[in-house]
């Protein structure tokens, strides 16, 4: 088991493209779980084209994002002392 979370999305100043920031968690391996997303991309376009309505439907690119995993080692290397 997983979970996925789009932690941000970025879009360009013509809204033409979508920088999607996606973070997962459970002990699947994550690099196929990431291709998977980036091979259903045109799927997931066309599901949110349907369901709202813009000018453009952006492209959609999706990034890996690590901050909890780099935050989970920083605190593991110096945690807070409350």
Do not use: C
């Amino acid at each position: 088991n997983f979970i996925l979370t789009i932690s941000r999305v970025e879009m360009t100043k013509d809204l033409k493209t979508a920088h999607v920031y996606l973070s997962f968690f459970g002990k699947e391996d994550i690099s196929s779980l990431f291709e998977q997303v980036k091979e259903k991309s045109g799927y997931i376009r066309k599901i949110i084209a349907s369901k709202i309505k813009l000018k453009y439907n952006p492209l959609l690119i999706f990034y890996l994002d690590n901050t909890s995993e780099q935050q989970e080692k920083i605190d593991k290397i110096h945690p807070l002392a409350w």
